[in-house]
């Protein structure tokens, strides 16, 4: 059965081998490589941080932080409509066993209903041409920009803007 935990700063020692071990499913320049990745992201004020339980053993995660005026520079967020409500999915991940099985879209539909009970009105992200970008298609996401080689991974990122309250 799959159940949903939330991350803090309490649990992230417990948590922390295979967090870091989810990350290496993103290209080295964009992956946290120890626990002062998930430290510094779990001591933002408004921060949403799960992961996902498959009958007690971790299969994924998932972490999002408010958007500041630094970020949209850092992360390359133009084009959003509105930052002063949104919540920018930093990582978000199911490891490789477990995928394609509706696993990554429940993380996410998680997520979303913790985001609009902590009162943010849109999501925003920049997700791969797999799997996650379909999942954020499919609920309703629009597609902000493309960016190609991102952060120098050699990779194209797509940013999506998702607004909440109309995802279910």
Known sequence: MLKFQNITLKNLSK????????????????????????TEMLETKGVIAK???????YIGNIIGCPVT???????ELHGLSDIS?????CTMVIDPPHRKNGYGRQLLLEFIKAA????YETLAGHFRRNASQHIIKA???KKISTH???SDT???YVLYELELRQTS
């Open 85 to 89: 409500k949104t919540i920018h999915l």
């Open 139 to 141: 609920l309703g996401g």
């Open 51 to 57: 992961i996902a339980k498959l009958d007690s053993k």
């Open 116 to 119: 609009r009970k902590a009162g």
């Open 15 to 38: 948590l922390e081998k295979e967090l870091v071990k989810s990350e290496r499913a993103f290209p080295k320049d964009i992956r946290g490589e120890d626990g002062d990745y998930f």
């Open 148 to 150: 190609k080689n991102w």
């Open 69 to 75: 005026e630094e970020d949209v520079e850092l992360y």
């Open 154 to 156: 050699g990779e194209s």
